[in-house]
C-alpha cells in the first residue's frame, strides 16, 4: 500500500524569501509523483510531475521539486515567492501499473506568504 | 481552455434529503473522479469512473452512489444526506493513463443542516 506524508500543515514565509514543502512516501514498488495547488476557492491544479529520468522537475510559476529514492522524498522548493503563490499544495502519489483509483494524496500544506 | 464545470458552487440540504451533484467535462476523457475535501484530511476518493457505465469505489463510498450514463457526466448521488456528509465536494477528470494529470472542477461546498 502507498501512502504520502506532507510534514507541514503550515508554512508562513515572507514575500521574496524562498521556501521548501517537504512530500515524503512510501511504496514498495516504482512510483510516479505530483504536486498540485489550489488557490483560495478554485479546484486544485497541476504544478509538476515526476514520472521518470531527470530527478529535478520543472514547473509552473517558478516551482521545482527533486525526487530522492533514498530518502523516499519529493519536496517542492522555490527559490523566492510571491504573494500570489498563497495557496494550499498538495503532494500525490500512484503507482507504476496502477490506475488513478490509486492516486493518493497527501493532507496539504498551506502556504501563506506575507508582504 | 478545458473545462470541468460542478453544476453548484454552494448548496444546503436537510438531512434525509437526496442530494444530486452534477460534474460535466468537456475534454472527451476518459476518467472521471469524485472527491471529498475536509480540513486537515486532504482529499479522499469517493468513486472514479473509468468509462460509461463503469465505476470503482474510492477509499469512502459509504452513503454516496454515482451514475455515468454519458462519457461527459458523472453524478454523485448521497441517498440521504447526513450533517457528516457537509463538506467540499471536487470533480476531476482525466485521460486514462495512470501519469496523466487530473483537471479538477471548482468544487461544491454542500452543507447539510
Known amino acids: 500500500a502507498q501512502s504520502v506524508t506532507q510534514l507541514d500543515s503550515q508554512v508562513p514565509v515572507f514575500e521574496e524569501a524562498p521556501v521548501e514543502l517537504r512530500c515524503n512516501y512510501s511504496?514498495?514498488?516504482?512510483?510516479?509523483l505530483f504536486w498540485y495547488v489550489q488557490y483560495p476557492n478554485q479546484g486544485l491544479q497541476l504544478l509538476l510531475k515526476?514520472?521518470?529520468?531527470?530527478?529535478l522537475v520543472k514547473g509552473i510559476n517558478g516551482f521545482e521539486a527533486e525526487f530522492n529514492k533514498s530518502q523516499t522524498s519529493f519536496h517542492l522548493r522555490k527559490p523566492s515567492v510571491h504573494i500570489s503563490d498563497t495557496a494550499e499544495y498538495f503532494c500525490?502519489?500512484?503507482?507504476?501499473?496502477?490506475?488513478?483509483?490509486?492516486?493518493?494524496f497527501g493532507k496539504g500544506t498551506k502556504l501563506s506568504v506575507k508582504p | 481552455d478545458v473545462k470541468v464545470t460542478q453544476s453548484s458552487r454552494y448548496l444546503v440540504k436537510r438531512t434525509g434529503e437526496k442530494v444530486f451533484l452534477e460534474c460535466v467535462q468537456d475534454?472527451?476523457?476518459?476518467?472521471m473522479f469524485w472527491y471529498r475535501q475536509d480540513p486537515g484530511l486532504g482529499l479522499r476518493l469517493i468513486y472514479f469512473?473509468?468509462?460509461?457505465?463503469?465505476?470503482e469505489k474510492g477509499d469512502i463510498p459509504e452513503g454516496y452512489s454515482v451514475s455515468r450514463e454519458k462519457k461527459e457526466r458523472f453524478s454523485l448521488i448521497l441517498e440521504s444526506a447526513s450533517t457528516n456528509q457537509t463538506s467540499m465536494y471536487l470533480c476531476?477528470?482525466?485521460?486514462?493513463?495512470?501519469?496523466?494529470?487530473?483537471?479538477f472542477g471548482s468544487g461544491t461546498q454542500l452543507s447539510v443542516l
Open positions: 475534454m472527451d476523457h476518459e476518467n
Open positions: 476531476a477528470s482525466s485521460r486514462r493513463q495512470v501519469y496523466e494529470k487530473l483537471f
Open positions: 469512473s473509468y468509462d460509461v457505465k463503469m465505476k
Open positions: 515526476y514520472l521518470s529520468g531527470s530527478t
Open positions: 500525490a502519489v500512484t503507482s507504476y501499473g496502477g490506475s488513478q483509483g490509486n492516486l493518493i
Open positions: 511504496s514498495s514498488v516504482s512510483v510516479y
